[in-house]
Nanobody, 121 residues
């Protein structure tokens, strides 16, 4: 049974940094992608960053240079370090798992429940 559990969401100020984590278990795939998405109220879900089982990393243009995705294989944890947060980045942040290396897509097989990030002045 696949489980993805996000943590680390918080209320922060504009310009702050925040680190999210996703503990995952039960991954049945040899080739896979792990990704971070976010969704703000009234907006479509946006893919932010992804990493495949081979360590290849993909960033969206909106976060490249500010966000860093990493994976701790020993702890089965996916992390997202977010720097220079803006108010427009207030959203629910999700981690997700896909069972191949086609990481640049929104169609993932498994999703966590999300963690709320609120950025304000």
């Amino acid at each position: 049974q696949v489980q993805l559990v996000e943590s680390g969401g918080d209320s922060v100020q504009i310009g702050d940094s925040l680190r999210l984590s996703c503990a995952y278990s039960g991954n049945p795939f040899n080739n896979y992608c792990l990704a971070w998405f976010r969704q703000a109220p009234g907006k479509e879900r946006e893919r932010l960053a992804a990493i495949d089982d081979d360590g290849e990393i993909y960033y969206s243009s909106s976060v490249k240079g500010r966000f860093t995705i990493s994976r701790d294989n020993a702890k089965n944890t996916l992390n997202l370090l977010m720097n220079s947060l803006g108010a427009e980045e207030t959203a629910t942040y999700y981690c997700a798992l896909r069972g191949d290396r086609l990481c640049i897509t929104k169609a993932y097989n498994y999703w966590g429940q999300g963690t709320q990030v609120t950025v304000s002045s």
